[in-house]
T-cell receptor, first 114, second 113 residues
Framework: DGGITQSPKYLFRKEGQNVTLSCEQN?????MYWYRQDPGQGLRLIYY???????QKGDIAEGYSVSREKKESFPLTVTSAQKNPTAFYLC?????????????FGPGTRLTVT | AQSVTQLDSQVPVFEEAPVELRCNYS??????LFWYVQYPNQGLQLLLK??????LVESINGFEAEFNKSQTSFHLRKPSVHISDTAEYFC???????????FGTGTRLKVLA
C-alpha cells in the first residue's frame, strides 16, 4: 500500500533534548512538508522541500531543522531552541494533479516535552 | 498572499440535520480550494477540492461545497449528518502554481444523537 508513515505515534522528551521525528513516503512524490498543529490554530507550515537536497523555511521554522537526503524521507528535528515544542506534528507530500499540487498527509506524531 | 477564515470554531448539530461549515478566503491571484477532514489523533484526509469548472463539488460521502467567487467563499454542506461525521474540518487554499497551502483554523463538527 502506498502512503506516508510517521513514527512514533507518541513521543515524550525532557526539556533541553533534541528529538527527531520520522516521515517516510512511498508515493514517489517530489514535494514534502512538515506542519505543526495546535488547538485552535490550524496547521502552520514549518519546512517544505520540493526536491532532494533542497528545502525552504515555512512560517514557523525557528527551533526546527530538516534534511532531505532521499526522495522518500524528510525527517524533522525539534531542537532545544524551540520554545514551545509540545504539539501534534503532521508530515505531508504532494503530487501535481490537474494543475495543482494535491497534498496527502501522514497520521501524525504527538510530541510532549516536559 | 492568501488567507483563509473559518468563521465557526465549533458547530454542534443533531443527527440527520443539515449542516453548513463556513469558509472565506482572500487572494489577489487565482486559487484552488480544498476541504480536509481530521478524525481524532489522525492525519488529514482530502474531502473535496475545487480547481476549475463547475462551482459545485461533491465528495463520496455526501458532502458538497460551492465556490462563490464574488463572495470569496467555499462553504461545506451536508443535507443530513451522521454521528460518524464528528470530526474537525479544515478549509485550505493554494495559489495557482505554488506548493504551499494556507489552512484555516478548523471547525469542530460535533454530531449529537
Amino acid at each position: 500500500d502506498g502512503g506516508i508513515t510517521q513514527s512514533p505515534k507518541y513521543l515524550f522528551r525532557k526539556e533541553g533534548q533534541n528529538v527527531t521525528l520520522s516521515c517516510e513516503q512511498n508515493l514517489n512524490h517530489d514535494a514534502m512538508y512538515w506542519y505543526r498543529q495546535d488547538p485552535g490554530q490550524g496547521l502552520r507550515l514549518i519546512y517544505y522541500s520540493q526536491i532532494v537536497n533542497d528545502f525552504q523555511k515555512g512560517d514557523i521554522a525557528e527551533g526546527y531543522s530538516v534534511s532531505r537526503e532521499k526522495k522518500e524521507s524528510f525527517p524533522l528535528t525539534v531542537t532545544s531552541a524551540q520554545k514551545n515544542p509540545t504539539a501534534f506534528y503532521l508530515c505531508a507530500s504532494s503530487v501535481l494533479a490537474g494543475g495543482v499540487y494535491e497534498q496527502y498527509f501522514g497520521p501524525g506524531t504527538r510530541l510532549t516535552v516536559t | 498572499a492568501q488567507s483563509v477564515t473559518q468563521l465557526d470554531s465549533q458547530v454542534p448539530v443533531f443527527e440527520e440535520a443539515p449542516v453548513e461549515l463556513r469558509c472565506n478566503y482572500s487572494s489577489s491571484v487565482s486559487v484552488y480550494l480544498f476541504w480536509y477532514v481530521q478524525y481524532p489523533n489522525q492525519g488529514l484526509q482530502l474531502l473535496l477540492k475545487y480547481l476549475s469548472g463547475s462551482t459545485l463539488v461533491e465528495s463520496i460521502n455526501g458532502f458538497e461545497a460551492e465556490f462563490n467567487k464574488s463572495q470569496t467563499s467555499f462553504h461545506l454542506r451536508k443535507p443530513s449528518v451522521h454521528i460518524s461525521d464528528t470530526a474537525e474540518y479544515f478549509c485550505a487554499v493554494s495559489a495557482e502554481g505554488t506548493y504551499k497551502y494556507i489552512f484555516g483554523t478548523g471547525t469542530r463538527l460535533k454530531v449529537l444523537a
